[in-house]
């Protein structure tokens, strides 16, 4: 259903068909409004399936919103995955929703989210509103109501705590939205919280949800290769790291189950609870279209079998371009192992150091990435890696101090790889694994990776045709790539160097 709009009768018909079966595939691509009740709620909710005459739907839970409608407290809308249609399209709209998640509007107002993209705050409004159907404003706030709702129902803080926390400039215009979204004050909100729910001051339990099938196993194996000593760990099935949010450092793990992910957050100022909410999701691939994809790969002739044996593969992202773009560069023809051996160096010297928290899980976690100013100013020659990589390392570093390459999904990815390949030493492979992971592109492929080779001859494809294979697999090439990683990974182990992947 990517791409629909609901106003259209034949895809309101779809959306009706997915109400009646209770399909969770299409939570948070869509919500219901039942006009009688005044609520709208997720496809999947358990409730008795309202009259078709009776229903409405969104495409945005801030539109039903702006529609007078308040959430479903029973089946909680707000908390199902996000649309996979933004980062699919990776128009305006889907930019602007992403940053928007990540708090940029709390931050810099519409205006500065409107610099961002590119284009003035009255159009940037108004095209939302036709896309999304709400404006810029109106989606911050559904996020702000989520982010209160979560910490209403997650801590013990006071109230007034809560309302700054979630980006809300008074208490009375928290209880307003509150009472509004929820139909509910806070502290109603608060008696229905889960017993043990409660974590101590800065730290929070979250739910995050996810679209089934969710290969959770195979995510937590590649990120457990390539995990950073310092900033990351994989231990037990769950995956820690250390975050650099807008207001400070934060600590998190994350536990995947079959339908949710559980995120244990330790976090230095609560207002960056939405945005590191947000960075997680993208790390872990959380509002892709598993269906989507399985419908595409396993029914390809090549792909096929092995895409049916790990339905719900996901590509890795990442919580900040910049640390992504690093990993690229340092990575470029040596091992895995050898590009965590020499990010863990640059950790170790340039990173800043963690303060310590009594009771805080941070076992083998003790600094955050160092910041682009910080490797821009570095002498190419002091790196641990050839002369030539170091240079193409600082200038990288220094474009993105500089504004003039910004891996945080602002730009448009054509206009970003393009800019990317304009540093010297960094070549198609780098800038496409970039965005691989930074940006969340769906369809890109890899045709000179090792690890793709080995797949693709696993599969009995020779390399020359290798990119003429791949044209079946659009707009999913970046999930037929974990596929062929995931291939390649039954090879015997090598001895020569390959490019890190």
Known sequence: MAGMQVSRVADTERCYRAVQSRDRRFDGVFYTAVRTTGIYCRPSCPARTPHRSSVAFFVSAAAAQVAGYRACRRCLPDATPGSPDWDVRADTAGRAMRLINDGVVERDGVAGLARRVGYTPRHLSRLLSEEVGAGPLAIARARRAQTARTLVETTALPMADIAFAAGFSSVRQFNATMAEVYACTPTALRARRRPGGIASPGHLRIRLG??????????????????????????????????????????????????AVECALEAADLRDVGAAVERCRRLLDLDSDPAAVGALLEADPLLGATARQRPGLRVPGHVDGLEVAVRAVVGQQISVAGARTVLARVVATYGTALEQEPGARREGL????????????????????????????VALCAAVAAGEIPLDRSLPRGEVRRRLLAVPGVGPWTADYILLRALGDPDVFLPTDVGVRHGLSNLGVAVAAAEDASQAWRPWRSYALMHLWALAARRPARTTPRRSS
């Open 366 to 393: 003790g600094s955050t990435f160092p910041d682009a100013a910080t490797l821009a100013a570095l002498d190419p020659e002091a790196l641990p890696m050839p002369r030539s990589r170091g240079r193409a390392l």
């Open 210 to 259: 996810v679209r089934r099938p969710f290969d959770g196993a195979e995510l937590m194996q590649f990120l457990a290769t390539r995990a950073v000593p310092g900033i990351e760990t994989v231990v037990g099935g769950t995956y820690s790291r250390t975050l650099t949010l807008p207001h400070g450092p934060a600590v998190v793990h994350l536990t995947p189950g079959d339908d």
